[in-house]
Each structure stands twice: as C-alpha cells, then as structure tokens.
C-alpha cells in the first residue's frame, strides 16, 4: 500500500507542475490575447535574478497530501488507533502537500531596470524566459496591457 501512495503522490505532484503557469514576458493569458497593448522602447541598464515564490493559493497540494496521508495513515494500527493515525496523517499529508506544490512551483525570475525612450526608469520583475536573462544595454519592447508589464526582445 505505501509504494501506490508513494507513486499516486509523486503522479499528482508532477502534475500540478503542468498546471503551474508562467510569469515570463512571452507567455500570454487567454483574457490576455487579442487586446490592445502600448508599446514603448528601452534600454536594459541593470538585471537581477530573483525567484518567484511558488503557488501557495492552491488546494491541490494541501489535498492531496492530506489524501495521501490519510490513507496512509489507516494502514496503521486498528480501530480508534488507525481513526487517529488517518487524522494525524491528513494533517501532516496536507502540510507537506502544501510545501512541495510551493516548492515544485517555484521559478528563476529576472529583475529587470530599464530606461524607457522617454527618459522614465521603471522595473519589472518576470520570470527567465528560454532565451535567458537579459543584459545590460540590450534593446528592449516594454509591452503595457492594463496594469501587467512584460518585458520583450
């Protein structure tokens, strides 16, 4: 029974990382595509990386834990013992559900200052794209939808 826990857990966990979704400047919402965005040149003057805490609003984690440590928790002991030990379990299941969906959900993020053509300087923070971090003095679009800000090449 704890091998198919083990294995049902670690499934349910590599999944909620497909459901994960991106913060970085090319990756658009459905709510966001074909609307208007302003577009303004810049220049890149300075690159921090950062990380972007995972999803902590989510009840996949903290639920599947609990479900995983609730069954697993029954196979101990019997009666009220097995009762109190899938209780036990389910909390601590949640808990640590709960952590490891933040932590797979996690991601490399860039914190980026540029100088807009117009002399303004702002900062955006997004996460790493597949071309990697920007550099200092590179050219970039400063994409504005509203109140989200992406930074592209």
Known sequence: MNKITVVVFTAFMLMLQGCAS???GDTYTRS?????QN?????VDAV????????????LGAGAGAIVGGIAGSTVGGGKGS?????????AGGIVG??????STRKQG???TVTLESGRTISVVQEVDSEGFFRPGERVRV????????ITR
């Not at 994409?143 to 992406?150: A, D, F």
């Open 22 to 24: 991106s913060l970085s």
């Open 32 to 36: 966001e595509a074909r609307k208007v």
């Open 39 to 43: 577009v303004e040149y810049a220049w």
């Open 48 to 59: 921090k990386p950062v990380v972007i805490e995972g999803r902590t609003d989510s009840p």
């Open 83 to 91: 009762t109190i030990a899938s209780v036990v379990g389910a909390i």
């Open 98 to 103: 709960q952590k490891v969906e933040e932590s």
């Open 110 to 112: 860039q914190e980026l």
């Open 143 to 150: 994409l504005r939808q509203g109140s989200t800000v992406r």
